[in-house]
């Protein structure tokens, strides 16, 4: 790991490099999609900072997780744009075909599922993002259909 988060302070700028582009970089980076304590100590050595400043870049985004996550993450909008727009339904149809709660992932590994306050995307409410692709103006169905494509390991 210490040599991933070499390479990847490097490219940005050494001690210099965004910690908050750094942790992202090294989220992607890994295979269980979170930035793991071993990343952690890696990223503080390497950017010269401290452990406590990892920590609570990394805590304070919703975009970076610190536990292992699915290899795809589904993020279902809660705002109330969202909500209005039929938020629920999605959620329950994407957690019916997936046979998990929001914050779980499925037993193969494949996709974590979480509520997010906001994604940024009110204009096409109700809205998913998956992995980095924001898909709006879902029906339930509709959703499901990208969940299914996914994890066919077609395009989204």
Do not use: W
Not at 100 to 112: M, P, Q, R
């Amino acid at each position: 790991m210490q040599a991933v988060v070499q390479e990847i302070v490097g490219q940005m700028g050494n001690e210099k490099a965004p910690l908050l582009q750094v942790l992202l970089a090294v989220q992607d980076a890994s295979p269980r999609n979170y930035v793991s304590e071993e990343a952690v100590r890696a990223i503080a050595r390497s950017m010269k900072v401290s452990r406590c400043r990892v920590y609570s870049t990394a805590s304070f985004y919703t975009e970076i997780s610190l536990k292992p996550r699915g290899r795809h993450l589904i993020r279902i909008c809660g705002n109330a744009p969202c909500e209005n727009a039929g938020r629920t339904a999605i959620m329950e149809a994407i957690q019916q075909e997936l046979g998990i709660e929001a914050g779980e992932t499925t037993a193969d590994g494949l996709i974590s599922l979480e509520k997010v306050s906001c994604l940024g995307s009110c204009y096409k409410s109700p809205a998913i993002k998956v992995d980095h692709q924001v898909y709006g103006n879902l029906t339930p169905e509709e959703a499901v259909a990208v969940i299914r494509s996914l994890r066919e390991g077609g395009e989204q």
